[in-house]
Antibody, heavy 113, light 113 residues
Framework: EVHLLESGGGLVQPGGSLRLSCSAS????????LHWVRQAPGKGLEYVST????????YHADSVKGRFTISRDNSKNTLYLQMTRLRTEDTAVYFC??????WGQGTLVTVSS | NFVLTQPHSVSESSGKTVTISCTRS????????VQWYQQRPGSAPTTVMF?????PSGVPDRFSGSIDSSSNSASLTISGLKPEDEADYYC????????????FGGGTKLTVL
C-alpha cells in the first residue's frame, strides 16, 4: 500500500519562498495523477494544484497561478510544490493526495512577519 | 463553474443512520465521479468513498454512497453511528469545463449525540 508523506513546511516571511515535498513509499506513485490541497486554519479543503502521471499536464488554482509550481520526479517517487511570493493568506496545512484513496498527513506552512 | 453545496452541520444519535448531501449547482451529478473524505479533528482527511459508491479497504460497510440525478446530488449515508464517526465530511467531484476542474464541497460537521 502506498503511503504519502509531506515535508518542507515551516515559517516564512511574506514574499518568501518554500518548497514542499511529498514522498511515496513505493513505485505505484508513478501511476497516480497527484494533487496538492490546502486547509487554512478553521477552514475547509481548498484545491491548489495537479500534475498528471508523467508531468505532461499541470494545473493551478487561480489563487496560486504564477506563484506556485507543481512538479514530480517519478524516479524518486516524490511530488513537489515550489511556492514563491508567499502571502499571509497562503498560511495553511498542505496535503498531497491522489483524490481517490491516498492522502498524506500534511505539512504546515505559516506565512508571517 | 459548478459548486458543490453541503449542509453546514448534521447531528444524529449513536446507533442511528445519517445521510449527508452534496448538491451540484450546474451540470449533471452523474457526469463525473464523486468522492467523500472524512476528517477527524486534528487529523488529515481520509477517503471513505470514491467513484460514487466504492469503499477503500478498511472503511466499514456502515458507509455507503449514492447519486440521485433527480436532485442532482450525491449522498453519503452512515448507519449504526459510532462516536468515532464524528468528523467533518467533504464531497469532491470533477468537471473538465470547470475552473478549476477539481471542486470540493464546503464540508459538513457531523455530530454524534
Amino acid at each position: 500500500e502506498v503511503h504519502l508523506l509531506e515535508s518542507g513546511g515551516g515559517l516564512v516571511q511574506p514574499g518568501g519562498s518554500l518548497r514542499l515535498s511529498c514522498s511515496a513509499s513505493d513505485s505505484l506513485f508513478s501511476s497516480y495523477t497527484l494533487h496538492w490541497v490546502r486547509q487554512a486554519p478553521g477552514k475547509g479543503l481548498e484545491y491548489v494544484s495537479t500534475i498528471t502521471t508523467h508531468g505532461g499536464y499541470t494545473y493551478h488554482a487561480d489563487s496560486v497561478k504564477g506563484r506556485f509550481t507543481i512538479s514530480r520526479d517519478n524516479s524518486k517517487n516524490t511530488l513537489y510544490l515550489q511556492m514563491t511570493r508567499l502571502r499571509t493568506e497562503d498560511t495553511a496545512v498542505y496535503f498531497c493526495a491522489n483524490l481517490r484513496d491516498k492522502w498524506g498527513q500534511g505539512t504546515l506552512v505559516t506565512v508571517s512577519s | 463553474n459548478f459548486v458543490l453545496t453541503q449542509p453546514h452541520s448534521v447531528s444524529e444519535s449513536s446507533g442511528k443512520t445519517v445521510t449527508i448531501s452534496c448538491t451540484r449547482s450546474t451540470g449533471s451529478i452523474a457526469s463525473d465521479f464523486v468522492q467523500w473524505y472524512q476528517q477527524r479533528p486534528g487529523s488529515a482527511p481520509t477517503t471513505v468513498m470514491f467513484e460514487n459508491n466504492q469503499r477503500p479497504s478498511g472503511v466499514p460497510d456502515r458507509f455507503s454512497g449514492s447519486i440521485d440525478s433527480s436532485s442532482n446530488s450525491a449522498s453519503l449515508t452512515i448507519s449504526g453511528l459510532k462516536p468515532e464517526d464524528e468528523a467533518d465530511y467533504y464531497c469532491q467531484s470533477y468537471d473538465s469545463n470547470n475552473q478549476p476542474p477539481w471542486v470540493f464541497g464546503g464540508g459538513t460537521k457531523l455530530t454524534v449525540l
